[in-house]
């Protein structure tokens, strides 16, 4: 019977971060339903005057990656220091060189052991990116293999871009598959969060097609506050969390409609502002505001002030329903999404949630918004996000585990 968890995760609470949050949240869930839950996590020099909101035992490990290598380099000088890391980097790991741990195994492996002796663990749950993070859990589930292993996998791993696996030479890709291989081998329960992605990893490894489930993201539904909203206007805008790499293409889309509406304000919570200079390219740059990143209660509260939630969406996450749009769904907040189609923007249209349209159609479609008497006429408010909460996805999570 599971008793003690090792969560295992590269940021976990007090970070902003959606990975994080995820983990974070579950933990939450995890302690409440009577389980012992402790973490391993990486130091962050950026949260070290920030207080936890989840009091559970965790160690740290001090982080390694070069900063300038999580970032957009900007000026000469940057790009020069961005340079020599990066080269660095590729001849230091053998895989992919954006990955933030590794080269790390012996200091992660060493970790996970003294948490397995010091806390007598029976459950390891790892959730990566980075992907590394995963593959040493698999290492060590192979030498204790009594030890149930959770691995949830948030984005995609050797098929995907966002890391740059798409730019790897055939060596380094067969290293990273070798592992990904590995990993869902050694894997009790390999979870991830959208139907996607489940189906193509069945494809991919139907031996091992059992394995293979679906833990969606979720909402916490303590820190929501439901506004009655009348849906009418479309002028206050906003968006929050990571600004997405390959969204030109809809951000310009964007930019234009804000051009010839000088009235619409946009505001944007964010840690890394991006994409300035197409701001300015358009003028609207006075239009946009970037905001610090706030405790997500104090967000969500925030939320009623705005009429949608404007989001510039990339081709490759257009099959992705990531938590800011379970949150959004469940703030009754009208989500306008430009951007190609997919599982995302399908499940907005079916659900009356708010909006979508390519880039190429964008202008039209939010004139209409303007001429309408109400915006979004057709808002589905009743729609149902209880089995997106935190609470029902642990109790999914552990019927799964007490399976295995």
């Known amino acids: 019977m599971t008793k003690n968890i090792l969560v295992i995760a590269y940021h976990f609470d007090p970070s902003p971060w959606i990975g994080a949050r995820r983990w974070s949240k579950f933990s939450a869930c995890l302690k409440q339903e009577g389980l012992n839950v402790h973490v ?3 130091t962050d020099p950026s949260l070290q005057n920030q207080p936890l909101n989840l ?9 390694k990656y070069p900063e300038i290598l999580d970032r957009t380099p900007k000026g000469l000088l940057d790009k020069i220091r961005y340079r020599i890391a990066l080269s660095a980097v590729q001849r230091q790991l053998p895989g992919s060189f954006y990955d933030r741990t590794g080269g790390m195994q012996s200091e992660w492996i060493a970790a996970l052991w003294e948490c397995i002796e010091e806390w007598n663990i029976d459950t390891i749950i790892a959730s990566g990116a980075p992907f590394s993070l995963l ?21 995609p791993w050797t ?8 730019n790897l030479s055939p060596d380094r890709l067969k290293i990273e598959q070798e592992r990904e291989l590995f990993t869902i081998s ?31 993201h979720a909402f916490d539904p303590s820190e929501l506050q439901i506004p009655v909203r009348t849906h009418d206007h479309c002028k206050m805008w906003v968006y929050y969390g990571t600004i997405n790499k390959e969204i030109e293409e809809p951000l310009r889309a964007i930019c234009l409609v804000l051009s010839q509406n000088p009235d619409i304000r946009w505001d944007i919570f964010t840690g890394k502002p991006e994409y ?16 610090p990143v706030i405790p997500s209660d104090e967000l969500f509260k925030k939320l009623s002030e705005y009429d949608l939630f404007m989001c510039p969406w990339p081709d490759y996450a257009a099959d992705f329903i990531t938590t800011k749009f ?7 907040l009208p989500v306008i999404h430009v951007g190609k189609s997919g599982i995302l ?18 202008a039209q479609t939010f004139g209409e918004c303007l001429n309408r008497e109400s915006a979004f006429p057709d808002y589905n408010s009743d729609f149902d996000v209880q089995p997106w909460s935190y609470p029902g996805e642990t109790r999914q999570l552990l019927d799964w585990i007490s399976k295995i």
């Open 326 to 332: 379970i949150e959004l769904f469940a703030s009754r």
């Open 186 to 216: 050694q894997a009790d329960i390999f979870t991830v969060p959208v139907d996607a992605m489940k189906q193509h990893l069945s494809e991919k490894y139907p031996e091992f097609l059992k394995k293979v489930k679906c833990l969606p």
């Open 40 to 42: 391993l996590t990486t």
């Open 276 to 291: 300035l200079h197409i701001f300015e390219e358009y003028g609207v740059a006075d239009q946009v505001h970037f905001q």
């Open 55 to 63: 009091d559970v035992p965790r160690k740290e490990i001090p982080r």
């Open 159 to 166: 098929w995907g871009t966002i890391y740059g696996m798409d």
């Open 345 to 362: 923007s399908n499940f907005i249209a079916e659900n009356r949630l708010g909006i979508t349209s390519m880039p190429t159609e964008f």
């Open 135 to 155: 593959y040493y859990a698999a290492l060590v589930k192979e030498k204790r293999p009594e030890i149930n292993l959770v691995i949830d996998l948030r984005d």
